[in-house]
């Protein structure tokens, strides 16, 4: 008796191991076009620039406390310690969050994940609204000062990734990538 890891032939996916008398293999990787590499390049510079924010964050903790107390004056001393605690691991977690978003995407996008550029597109529409919650300063003790200065360029990073991918070379990149499930 011989053995068939697949009954009648078919390979993974339904997929005949033989095709026109040559072996079957997989689709192979596409190179990514060059609009692609650097949208990938600015997530990261994406990254870098949310994890120095967070160590920022962390070495000028003292100053979330002053910004606490100037916006909301009428705060007890303890209740501004608790805003500024509140505040400060908000601030934190959000720019790690960051930092893993970044890498998260450019990874899927170097693979070529359609729906990572789409999900791209929709954080930076999330980027966009921090950026105006930190001009307008309606984040209370969140925002101000320095932090503009890294959320404006954050902002601007993600505008060119964003425009990066969804040039027509990228695109056909993405859409050349369908052609099977991921």
């Known amino acids: 008796m011989t053995y068939e890891p697949f009954p009648g ?74 805003v500024a605690h509140f505040d400060f691991i908000v601030i934190i977690v959000l720019g790690l969050l960051f930092v893993g978003l970044w890498i998260w995407m450019a990874l899927m996008c170097r693979s070529g994940r359609n729906w990572a550029r789409i999900t791209g597109s929709v954080f930076f529409g999330f980027l966009t609204l921090f950026l105006i919650i930190t001009l307008s300063g309606a984040g209370g003790g969140l925002g101000g000062g320095l932090a503009l200065i890294p959320a404006v360029i954050l902002w601007l990073t993600g505008l060119g990734a964003v425009i990066l991918l969804w040039r027509k070379d990228a695109s056909a990149f993405f859409r050349q990538e369908q052609g099977y499930y991921r």
Not at 27 to 55: D, E, H, T
């Open 9 to 82: 032939g078919a390979g993974p996916g339904g997929y005949q191991p033989y095709h026109d008398g040559g072996p079957w293999s997989p689709p192979q990787p596409v190179a990514a076009p060059s609009s692609v590499v650097s949208a990938i390049r600015l997530m990261y510079v994406g990254a870098a620039i949310s994890l120095v924010g967070v160590i920022l964050n962390i070495l000028t903790r003292g100053s979330i406390r002053t910004r606490v107390r100037n916006t909301y004056p009428k705060l007890t001393h303890a209740q501004v310690t608790k």
